[in-house]
Nanobody
Framework: QVQLVESGGGLVQPGGSLRLSCAAS????????MGWYRQAPGQQRELVAT???????KYVDSVKGRFTISRDNAKKSVYLQMNSLKPEDTAVYYC????????WGQGTQVTVSS
């Protein structure tokens, strides 16, 4: 069973930055596309950023130009650099393979507020 551990969330003012990290327990990490998902209160979970096994990336329009996803296959980790944060980015952020297929981790709370 794959375990995913997210970290790096917190409270930040609008316009600020955060860097999220996710460590996976599977040796198959490098073969999988990985993504960052988020779930805001009362909303469905959405995929916001994807990094494929070859390192290519894809973003949802609402975060393009502000978020950067990256991965380190040797560390079985994926990262999300979030800049120019907005209140609407407030959510619990999760990582998982794309398409989602592993159990969810605990997520990390990101709150953007003045």
């Amino acid at each position: 069973q794959v375990q995913l551990v997210e970290s790096g969330g917190g409270l930040v003012q609008p316009g600020g930055s955060l860097r999220l990290s996710c460590a996976a327990s599977t040796i198959m990490f490098s073969f999988n596309a990985m993504g960052w998902y988020r779930q805001a209160p009362g909303q469905q979970r959405e995929l916001v950023a994807t990094t494929r096994s070859d390192g290519t990336t894809k973003y949802v329009d609402s975060v393009k130009g502000r978020f950067t996803i990256s991965r380190d296959n040797a560390k079985k980790s994926v990262y999300l650099q979030m800049n120019s944060l907005k209140p609407e980015d407030t959510a619990v952020y999760y990582c998982n393979r794309v398409p989602q297929g592993w159990d969810w981790g605990q997520g990390t709370q990101v709150t953007v507020s003045s």
